[in-house]
């Protein structure tokens, strides 16, 4: 079984601060992740991806992400939120074999202030 | 890539009518995906092609629910007398074929209100 959860379903911040987006994940065998975004009444977009390689992610837009296995997290992070990082955000899970469909945590909305 | 689409964006239907809503996967991909969205929820998986073939369906398709993808290119999904628990935006994704190609790539989905 695999479930993704995502705390916190909104996360504010002021424009120019750190965004920490925080995703856990349970999976029995070692996991690919995946972060999305997703603008209003958009589909989703791929920000970044682990598959088994570095530990260290780098995105597009200035995101990047840890995979740490003891922690079963793959926090999301930005050092200098902008306005247009508002958005949803979605933690993604596939278990490294089958048809690697995706489970998706239930989303954190970030809001950015000014 | 000329990416993802979908059609229609928006349909708005009356309970116990059909519905079908078409996706266009990016042309070199063979896998294909449907997700369903719910407000305030991350997508749900509800189906798998590879190629023409349905390989894999969600406990979440109910027997109102049928896709295909006829020739391996488009895809179709139909809901049979939709109902108001219906409504919610249905995200199609494809993905290329070969090892180590685990990204999907999303459409900007279909949103369906069920009145």
């Known amino acids: 079984a695999q479930s993704v959860t995502q705390l916190g379903s909104h996360v504010s911040v002021s424009e120019g601060a750190l965004v920490l987006l925080r995703c856990n994940y349970s999976s029995s065998v070692p996991p690919y992740l995946f972060w999305y975004v997703q603008y209003p009444n958009q589909g989703l977009q791929l920000l970044l991806k682990?598959?088994?390689?570095?530990?260290l992610v780098k995105g597009i837009n200035g995101f990047e992400a840890e995979f740490k296995k003891s922690e079963t997290s793959f926090h999301l992070t930005k050092p200098s939120a902008h306005m247009s990082d508002a958005a949803e955000y979605f933690c993604?899970?596939?278990?490294?074999?089958?048809?690697?469909?995706?489970?998706f945590g239930k989303g954190t909305m970030l809001l950015v202030s000014p | 890539d000329t990416g993802v689409s979908q059609n229609p964006r928006h349909k708005i239907t009356k309970r116990g009518q059909n519905v079908t809503f078409r996706c266009d996967p990016i042309s070199e991909h063979n896998r294909l995906y449907w997700y369903r969205q719910t407000l305030g929820q991350g997508p749900e998986f509800l189906t798998y092609f590879q190629n023409e073939a349905q390989l894999e369906k969600s406990r979440l398709l109910s027997d109102r629910f049928s896709a295909e993808r006829p020739k391996g290119s488009f895809s179709t999904l139909e809901i049979q007398r939709t109902e108001q628990g219906d409504s919610a935006m249905y995200l199609c994704a494809s993905r290329r074929k070969g090892q180590g190609s685990y990204e999907q790539y999303f459409g900007p989905g279909t949103r369906l209100t069920v009145t």
């Open positions: 682990y598959t088994s390689a570095a530990t």
């Open positions: 993604a899970v596939i278990m490294n074999s089958g048809y690697s469909t995706l489970t």
